[in-house]
Nanobody
Framework: QVQLVESGGGWVQPGDSLRLACAAS????????MGWFRQPPGKGRELVAA?????????YGDSSVKGRFVISRDNANNTVYLQMISLKPEDTAAYLC????????????????????WGQGTQVTVSS
């Protein structure tokens, strides 16, 4: 069983950048397809980005994050990243990473119920 811990959130101004990290322990991250989700206050959980086990395939959930957010992974260091640039107030949310144990190296998953393991989340607040 893998444990996931997010870091890197905080309060930033519009236009700023942040890099979130999701560190895995307990089992090698390379066995898991990974995703970043976010949950704004009072709303449901939505996909931000997903990445396959191999890292060769990625997918982004909302058109508003395409071109601004990039998901990547470093399997050797058991970490998944979400680089965010040009942050906007509507990006304010709790950001959670999720993992799904899968035998498929080149599959990614888009829905919350596709994932078996979740971190506790890191808060991102974008405000002037």
């Amino acid at each position: 069983q893998v444990q996931l811990v997010e870091s890197g959130g905080g309060w930033v101004q519009p236009g700023d950048s942040l890099r979130l990290a999701c560190a895995a322990s307990g089992r090698t991250l390379s066995a898991y397809a990974m995703g970043w989700f976010r949950q704004p206050p009072g709303k449901g959980r939505e996909l931000v980005a997903a990445i396959s086990r191999s890292g060769s395939l990625t997918s982004y959930g909302d058109s508003s994050v395409k071109g601004r957010f990039v998901i990547s992974r470093d399997n050797a260091n058991n970490t998944v990243y979400l680089q965010m640039i040009s942050l906007k107030p509507e990006d304010t949310a709790a950001y959670l990473c999720a993992g799904r144990l899968t035998p498929y190296a080149d599959a990614y998953y888009s829905l919350p119920n596709h994932y078996n393991y979740w971190g506790q989340g890191t808060q991102v607040t974008v405000s002037s």
